[in-house]
C-alpha cells in the first residue's frame, strides 16, 4: 500500500474512533430557542421559585487539599420566589466553628441561593453549550424517584454535572459536581422534602446590600455616570447576564454578571470617584477611591473558583469564576480601554 | 566525421551518393568484354594514344547499357524528401560503438541498491510517523499559547490576601465559607 493509502486508512480510523454517539433522548443539540424548548423541564425554570417546600440537604464541597466543608441545610421555597437557606446541624470542617458559620451563612444566604446550587440560569446558552443525557435510570431521593440526568459541557472548559430530577415537581433533589478532570468538586442531596411546608414561622431571605439593575441594553457608562469597564473577551460559551451596581458599605461596585448558562462569572470593578458625577451626588454616599498604580492582581484559587483581585488602570477589580486563570486574565485585559 | 558532417550540411550529397552506389549489387561484365579487350590490346602497340583511347570508347559504346535498379531511384527520392532525418539515422550508425566503463554499472548497482532499500524501510517507517503524527494532532487536547498578559499577577499564598467582597464572592461561588487554607 502506498504512503498516501496508509494515511488516509489512518484518517479514516481515526475519524470512526473519535466520532461521539448521540445522547440517549437527544439526538441533536439545536441551538436557540428550539432547543432550549425541547430540553427538560429543569432547563427551562428554576423549579425552587415555582413550587412551595421546605427541605433538608446534604451539601459537601471538596477542598483543592485536605478535608473539605460539609453541612446540612435548610431549604425553604413559598413557591412565589421567597426563600430561606438556614444551616442545619452536621458542620464538618477543619477551618471554622459552628457559629462563625452560622453567621457567614447567614450574611451569603442570597449569595448562595442565586448562584451556589445547579440552576440554569440561561436556556438558550444552557442548549449551546451543554449537553443533556438521560440516562434512563430512576433513584430515590428523600422518598421520591427521580430521573438521573448528566448534563456536560460540550464546549470550552470540560465540566459536568450528575442530577437526580423529580419529575413531578421538576426539583433537582440531588447533584454532583465534576470538574474537568472528572473529579468530584461539589454534590447536594436532599434527606428530606415536604411539598407542604408550614410557611408561617419561615423568615425569608432579605438582601442585606443595595444593588441596583442596570439596562445592559444602554452603554452602562452613561447609566452609572461614570467611566465603566467592559470585559470584551469572555471565556468560551460566556454571555453577559446581568448588570448591577452594588453598594457594599461605603465603596460603589459595577457587577457584571456573565454565564454559560449555568455557571455565573464575576466581574466588578470600582466607580470611579474622579469621573463619577452625579450619581455619586444624587445618591449622597462616598464611590469607591481609586489610586492610580500599575495593573497588577492578587490569583487565588477557593474551590473550583478562581479568583483575581487587584488594580486595572485605577480601578479596583474582582474577577471570580470557574475558568481558568489565564482566562480571567484575558477578560482583565479586555476590559482595558 | 565533423568534416562530413559539415559537408552534408553544405548540401553536398556526394557522400550519399558513394553509400547508395557502393550499396547496389555488382553486375558481372559481358564474357565477350575480355576477348574484345585481349583482341585491342594485342594491337595496342601499333595505334597512338588517341586512337587507343578513341577504340576503347567504341568497345564501351558497344556494350549493354544496365538501366539503374528501381531501388536506387526510391532511396534518392526519400533522402532529398527528409534529408535531416536520414542525416541523423546515418551518422549514429557509423559512429565506433564504446564499452560502458565499469564505474558505470557499479553506479547503476549502488542506485538500485539504495531504492531497494528507500522502499523497504524508509517508506515504512515514513508511514508511521504520518500515522503517528495524525494520531497525536487528533488526539491531543487543545493547549492554547499562554498570552503574555500587561497584567502582573501575584499568586496569594492565603486568602487573607484577597478583599472581603473578593473573597466573599469566591467562598460563595465554590461553597466554602469562612475557609482559609483552600488558596493555592
Keep these: 500500500m502506498k504512503l498516501t493509502g496508509w494515511i488516509g486508512l489512518c484518517l479514516a480510523l481515526l475519524a470512526g474512533a473519535c466520532e461521539r454517539g448521540t445522547p440517549a433522548g437527544f439526538p441533536e443539540q439545536p441551538t436557540g430557542q428550539e432547543a432550549a424548548e425541547s430540553l427538560p423541564g429543569f432547563v427551562r425554570r428554576d423549579a425552587r421559585l415555582r413550587v412551595a417546600h421546605s427541605g433538608i440537604r446534604r451539601l459537601e464541597f471538596a477542598a483543592l487539599s485536605g478535608p473539605g466543608l460539609a453541612f446540612d441545610e435548610r431549604i425553604t421555597t413559598d413557591g412565589d420566589g421567597h426563600y430561606a437557606l438556614e444551616p442545619a446541624q452536621g458542620l464538618e470542617s477543619t477551618t471554622i466553628d459552628n457559629g462563625s458559620f452560622e453567621l457567614l451563612h447567614h450574611l451569603r444566604e442570597g449569595f448562595f441561593f442565586r448562584y ?122 460566556y454571555v453577559p447576564l446581568e448588570a448591577a451596581v452594588v453598594r457594599a458599605g461605603d465603596d460603589a461596585w459595577l457587577k457584571l454578571t456573565y454565564c454559560d448558562g449555568v455557571q455565573p462569572l464575576f466581574f466588578l470593578h470600582s466607580i470611579d470617584a474622579n469621573s463619577l458625577g452625579k450619581a455619586a451626588q444624587v445618591d449622597g454616599q462616598r464611590i469607591g477611591a481609586t489610586p492610580r498604580s500599575p495593573s497588577s492582581v492578587v490569583a487565588c484559587q477557593v474551590g473550583s473558583a478562581t479568583t483575581l483581585q487587584g488594580t486595572v488602570d485605577g480601578f479596583e477589580v474582582i474577577a471570580v469564576g470557574k475558568v481558568s486563570q489565564g482566562e480571567l486574565l484575558d477578560l482583565l485585559e479586555s476590559a482595558r480601554p | 566525421m565533423e568534416q562530413r558532417v559539415a559537408q ?148 496569594a499564598s492565603s486568602l487573607r490576601e484577597l478583599d472581603p467582597l473578593a473573597r466573599a464572592l469566591a467562598e460563595g461561588l465554590s461553597g466554602f465559607a469562612g475557609s482559609s487554607g483552600e488558596a493555592r
Design chain 1, 116 to 237: 451556589r446550587d445547579f440552576v440554569v440560569r440561561d436556556a438558550r446558552t444552557f442548549a449551546r453549550n451543554w449537553r443533556v443525557i438521560d440516562r434512563g435510570q430512576s433513584t430515590l431521593i428523600a422518598g421520591r424517584t427521580c430521573a438521573r440526568f448528566r448534563v456536560e459541557r460540550a464546549l470550552g472548559t470540560a465540566c459536568a454535572y450528575e442530577l437526580c430530577v423529580d419529575p413531578t415537581t421538576e426539583l433537582v433533589l440531588a447533584s454532583e459536581e465534576y470538574d474537568g478532570s472528572g473529579s468530584l468538586v461539589a454534590s447536594m442531596t436532599y434527606a428530606s422534602i415536604d411539598l407542604t411546608p408550614n410557611l408561617s414561622r419561615v423568615a425569608w431571605h432579605q438582601s442585606g446590600n443595595e444593588e441596583t439593575s442596570l439596562d445592559r441594553a444602554h452603554p452602562l457608562g452613561e447609566q452609572i455616570q461614570a467611566r465603566s469597564l467592559e470585559p470584551r473577551l469572555l471565556p468560551q460559551g
Design chain 2, 8 to 155: 552534408e550540411l553544405d548540401g553536398d550529397r556526394s557522400r550519399r551518393l558513394y553509400r547508395v552506389l557502393g550499396s547496389l549489387v555488382r553486375q558481372a561484365a559481358p564474357p565477350g568484354l575480355d576477348e574484345r579487350v585481349a583482341g585491342h590490346f594485342s594491337e595496342a602497340p601499333r595505334v597512338g594514344d588517341e586512337e587507343r583511347g578513341r577504340q576503347q570508347a567504341e568497345v564501351l559504346r558497344a556494350l549493354d547499357v544496365q538501366p539503374a535498379p528501381p531501388v536506387l531511384e526510391r532511396l534518392l527520392n526519400e533522402e532529398l524528401e527528409l534529408p535531416l532525418r536520414h542525416r541523423a539515422e546515418r551518422f549514429p550508425g557509423s559512429l565506433g560503438r564504446l564499452a560502458a566503463p565499469p564505474e558505470l554499472e557499479a553506479r547503476l548497482n549502488a542506485t538500485a541498491r539504495r531504492r531497494n532499500m528507500r522502499r523497504l524501510l524508509l517508506a515504512p517507517a515514513l508511514t508511521l510517523a504520518a500515522a503517528g503524527l495524525v494520531v497525536w494532532l487528533v488526539a491531543r487536547q487543545p493547549t492554547p499559547e499562554p498570552r503574555a498578559h500587561r497584567i502582573t499577577v501575584v499568586q
